[in-house]
């Protein structure tokens, strides 16, 4: 077997174990947008405490995704990867043995280290791929984010056989074995290693940068967006429509599956037509349906010839998850378009501009959840949380347009 093709097997490799390995860790990243809510019941918590709740691994989990983009570009993504499925093993088992508020807060700082994966992971992949092919293993690695579907699917159903507390200790087995099985089958190469003394703080001056700044804006919304609405979509159901909680954890899944699954076709999308026209459309398709999404359900009276009329407005359960699937889609495609963007400005520092980037997300689906709770507590509107989404793409349109858009040639001129 020649050089190059021991090389391409073990690229191979590397991609299916990563991916494995992120799927595992966003399920438990996602863990408290299940079991959060008997917790929620147990605790007695308002709509604001609860997306605390569920936010607090996104915190953590954000902040150190640039720190582990500098590890990884210095010490290579296998054993920085492994580490850190290992950290988070005993905060998970821990989880059920958690009594008070502030305990379920704490632990979930330390399991929320989980959700920084992905700033190892991607560079790790990328490295291991020509450029012409790096959108493409960047999207299968993002797959990975269908974690957050899985979690629906596995979590209800240990909830209702053995009760909400099983569900840490079996997700505690379930990482550590994954763990093991990341090291028996990835690789490390010396070559893909990128020396460097610069801190932290000097990464973080990458922010100066227009276009790293605009990139952010961008992730914010398709991941951070993404994350937000997977820790948010099953109480949602529960609430507006009065669904029991394993009818609500499938539902959900409709938005979370292809967010998370179908960002491989948005790297091969990214690859064939560009990153601007995939992010464009994704940015559209977004305004369109969280503008349908933002409608709350609405009574009103009109007089008529024959007397007063009363009309209803606003999404069924059908509807509702049929936009939620959609939306999920166009988010797959957006984060992959994202990245894609990232690796064609700056190929030789993938792992610190992406975990800036993956921190500018990770803090939107950090902040989202409680600016859904406040915004639901002051106004009563579920829908609310789309509205927010909303107006939020409506500045990255506006960004882009005149940043990218107006600079594309017109009519054919050159």
Same mark, same amino acid.
């Given at each position: 077997?020649?050089?190059?093709?021991?090389?391409?097997?073990?690229?191979?490799?590397?991609?299916?174990?990563?991916?494995?390995?992120?799927?595992?860790?966003?399920?438990?990243?996602?863990?408290?947008?299940?079991? *959060?809510?008997? &917790?929620?019941?147990? =605790?007695?918590?308002?709509?604001? !405490?609860?997306? @605390?709740?569920? /936010?607090?691994?996104?915190?953590?989990?954000?902040?150190?995704?640039?720190?582990?983009?500098?590890?990884?570009?210095?010490?290579?993504?296998?054993?920085?990867?492994?580490?850190?499925?290992?950290?988070?093993?005993?905060?998970?088992?821990?989880?059920?043995?958690?009594?008070?508020?502030?305990?379920?807060?704490?632990?979930?700082?330390?399991?929320?280290?989980?959700?920084?994966?992905?700033?190892?992971?991607?560079?790790?992949?990328?490295?291991?791929?020509?450029?012409?092919?790096?959108?493409?293993?960047?999207?299968?690695?993002?797959?990975?984010?269908?974690?957050?579907?899985?979690?629906?699917?596995?979590?209800?159903?240990?909830?209702?056989?053995?009760?909400?507390?099983?569900?840490?200790?079996?997700?505690?087995?379930?990482?550590? *074995?994954?763990? &093991?099985?990341?090291? =028996?089958?990835?690789?490390?190469? !010396?070559?893909? @290693?990128?020396? /460097?003394?610069?801190?932290?703080?000097?990464?973080?001056?990458?922010?100066?940068?227009?276009?790293?700044?605009?990139?952010?804006?961008?992730?914010?919304?398709?991941?951070?967006?993404?994350?937000?609405?997977?820790?948010?979509?099953?109480?949602?159901?529960?609430?507006?429509?009065?669904?029991?909680?394993?009818?609500?954890?499938?539902?959900?899944?409709?938005?979370?599956?292809?967010?998370?699954?179908?960002?491989?076709?948005?790297?091969?999308?990214?690859?064939?037509?560009?990153?601007?026209?995939?992010?464009?459309?994704?940015?559209?398709?977004?305004?369109?349906?969280?503008?349908?999404?933002?409608?709350?359900?609405?009574?009103?009276?009109?007089?008529?010839?024959?007397?007063?009329?009363?009309?209803?407005?606003?999404?069924?359960?059908?509807?509702?998850?049929?936009?939620?699937?959609?939306?999920?889609?166009?988010?797959?495609?957006?984060?992959? /378009?994202?990245?894609?963007?990232?690796?064609?400005?700056?190929?030789?520092?993938?792992?610190?501009?992406?975990?800036?980037?993956?921190?500018?997300?990770?803090?939107?689906?950090?902040?989202?959840?409680?600016?859904?709770?406040?915004?639901?507590?002051?106004?009563?509107?579920?829908?609310?949380?789309?509205?927010?989404?909303?107006?939020?793409?409506?500045?990255?349109?506006?960004?882009?347009?005149?940043?990218?858009?107006?600079?594309?040639?017109?009519?054919?001129?050159?």
């Amino acid at each position: 077997m020649t050089t190059q093709e021991v090389q391409k097997r073990r690229a191979l490799s590397v991609l299916i174990v990563s991916t494995l390995a992120f799927t595992v860790c966003f399920m438990v990243w996602m863990m408290f947008a299940v079991i *959060g809510i008997p &917790i929620k019941k147990q =605790l007695g918590l308002s709509a604001t !405490e609860f997306g @605390l709740l569920t /936010s607090m691994p996104v915190l953590s989990g954000s902040l150190v995704r640039v720190p582990l983009g500098i590890w990884t570009d210095r010490f290579g993504g296998r054993i920085v990867m492994v580490l850190l499925m290992l950290l988070t093993v005993p905060a998970i088992w821990l989880i059920g043995s958690a009594t008070e508020f502030w305990q379920f807060l704490s632990i979930g700082l330390v399991l929320g280290l989980a959700g920084g994966s992905f700033s190892v992971g991607t560079p790790y992949v990328a490295r291991w791929f020509p450029r012409e092919r790096q959108g493409f293993a960047m999207g299968v690695f993002g797959a990975g984010n269908s974690g957050a579907a899985v979690n629906k699917f596995v979590a209800p159903g240990l909830m209702v056989a053995f009760g909400w507390v099983m569900v840490p200790h079996v997700y505690a087995a379930v990482m550590l *074995g994954t763990a &093991i099985l990341f090291w =028996l089958f990835s690789f490390h190469d !010396e070559s893909h @290693l990128v020396p /460097s003394n610069v801190s932290f703080l000097d990464q973080l001056k990458a922010l100066k940068d227009p276009r790293v700044l605009k990139y952010c804006q961008y992730y914010s919304i398709v991941f951070g967006g993404y994350v937000g609405l997977s820790l948010w979509m099953v109480q949602y159901y529960v609430g507006e429509y009065g669904l029991e909680i394993k009818t609500a954890a499938l539902l959900a899944a409709c938005f979370s599956l292809p967010g998370g699954v179908l960002r491989a076709i948005g790297g091969w999308l990214s690859d064939k037509y560009g990153a601007h026209s995939v992010t464009w459309w994704v940015m559209w398709v977004s305004w369109i349906c969280l503008f349908l999404l933002s409608y709350p359900q609405t009574d009103f009276t009109i007089q008529t010839t024959t007397g007063p009329q009363t009309y209803h407005i606003g999404l069924n359960v059908y509807g509702f998850t049929a936009l939620m699937f959609l939306l999920g889609i166009v988010f797959a495609f957006g984060k992959a /378009s994202v990245f894609k963007y990232i690796g064609n400005d700056y190929p030789k520092n993938i792992g610190a501009i992406s975990g800036i980037v993956g921190l500018a997300g990770g803090m939107g689906g950090f902040l989202l959840p409680i600016m859904f709770g406040y915004l639901l507590d002051k106004t009563g509107i579920r829908s609310s949380a789309f509205m927010l989404l909303y107006g939020v793409v409506w500045v990255s349109l506006i960004w882009m347009y005149f940043t990218e858009v107006r600079r594309q040639p017109v009519l054919g001129q050159a």
